[in-house]
């Protein structure tokens, strides 16, 4: 098994395929897969963000034509995915735009923690929480959790379970296209 990694997560301490990545004056990318992976078995791992999404894509495709397999497409971050519905006239459901492009790759898609699970009407994937890794290295001190609004509690449960201490929700409120917190 090889990893190709994107940009957002080239700080990972992973043994990764080599890629030639630049941009041309007018900003558009240029992507190259530098070694021979035909035949082989290949994790890309990348946040999907306005930034990277692109550059996922051109990963998958270089992938692809270069006789690679696809084994699964790791998702640390799914950007958007907070835009999940819409509550104004005129707005776009950006999550249910991104997620419906990455199904339509037909490809094995594991994501952590994912903002909404309503999403998965868009996108058919693997779900995975890095959670009591994040909170492992908490210092050990007091903790109460606040979760912004009570959508977010039972994550915001599962983080208070873990540290042994209280949980609390904001009460959030949408007013003419401004989110209210108390």
Known sequence: MKYLLGSSVKHLKINSIKTEKRFFADGELYLRILENINNEKIIIISNVTSDSFVEVLFLI??????????????????????QSRTHNYGEAASGE??????NNLKIPIKVFDIHNEF?????????????????????????VVISPDRGGMARAQIVARILRTEVFAMNKTREKGKILMS
């Open 61 to 82: 495709d270089a992938v692809k034509k270069a006789k690679g397999i696809i084994h699964e497409l790791i998702i640390p971050y799914l950007g958007y995915a907070r």
């Open 97 to 102: 735009v991104l997620c419906s492009v990455l």
């Open 119 to 143: 999403l998965r009407n868009f996108l058919d994937f693997r779900s995975s929480s890095i959670l009591f890794e994040l909170t492992k290295s908490l210092p050990k001190k007091n903790f």
